[in-house]
Structures are given as structure tokens and as C-alpha cells.
């Protein structure tokens, strides 16, 4: 069984910043990509990010390019999400997702396994 636990959300201003991070343990032997999504209250779980197993190439929402980074350390098993130049539009819950096919896709459906989520509120 693989764990995603995620951490590093919390309140910012606007226009501050935060770094997410996702911890994955268990099966973890195969490779892998990983994505972060974000769900906002009465919206759809929506795409934010993505990062194919070497780390050599990353897919953003437009909605994010340029301001968030997305990177990860294989050693450790981790993922990291850099948020600057937060707007209060990026308030939400943040899910990071392990997808074993390795595809780096932006749908939710092809990712086999899901964290829990970590809130990001943004004030303005």
C-alpha cells in the first residue's frame, strides 16, 4: 500500500508565498509521477500541477504557470510545490495524487493513489 501525506498549508496574505510538501512511503519501488490538485469550497476538484518521475518535465494550469514550481526529490520520496505570488483565488484544499503509470497526466482519473489534502487560505 503506498501513503501520500501532505504538508506546509496554511494562511498567507496575498501575494505571499508557501511551499507544499508531499511525502509518499510504501510500494514505492516503480516509477511513478506525481500531480497536485486543489479543490475550492462548491467547486470540482481542479488540476494545478504535475511532474513526470525523473523531474525533467512538469505540466502547469494556466492558472498557476509562472507563479507556482513544482519539483521533487527521489531520494526522499518527496514532492514539493512552491506557491508565490499567492492570490485569494488560490484558496483551497491541495491533494497531491501518485499516478504509477508514469503518464504525468492532467486528469484526475489516472492517478492511483491520493493524500489527504492540506488547506491554503489566502487573504487579500
Known amino acids: 500500500q503506498v501513503q501520500l501525506v501532505e504538508s506546509g498549508g496554511g494562511l498567507v496574505q496575498a501575494g505571499g508565498s508557501l511551499r507544499l510538501s508531499c511525502s509518499v512511503s510504501?510500494?514505492?519501488?516503480?516509477?511513478?509521477?506525481m500531480g497536485w490538485f486543489r479543490q475550492a469550497p462548491g467547486k470540482e476538484r481542479e488540476f494545478v500541477a504535475t511532474?513526470?518521475?525523473?523531474?525533467?518535465?512538469?505540466i502547469y494550469a494556466d492558472s498557476v504557470k509562472g507563479r507556482f514550481t513544482l519539483s521533487r526529490d527521489n531520494i526522499k520520496n518527496t514532492v514539493y510545490l512552491q506557491m508565490n505570488s499567492l492570490k485569494p483565488e488560490d484558496t483551497a484544499i491541495y491533494y497531491c495524487?501518485?499516478?504509477?503509470?508514469?503518464?504525468?497526466?492532467?486528469?484526475?482519473?489516472?492517478?492511483?493513489?491520493w493524500g489527504q489534502g492540506t488547506q491554503v487560505t489566502v487573504s487579500s
Open positions: 495524487a501518485l499516478d504509477y503509470s508514469g503518464s504525468y497526466s492532467i486528469h484526475r482519473s489516472e492517478y492511483d493513489y
Open positions: 510504501g510500494r514505492t519501488f516503480s516509477i511513478y509521477a
Open positions: 511532474i513526470n518521475w525523473s523531474g525533467g518535465s512538469t
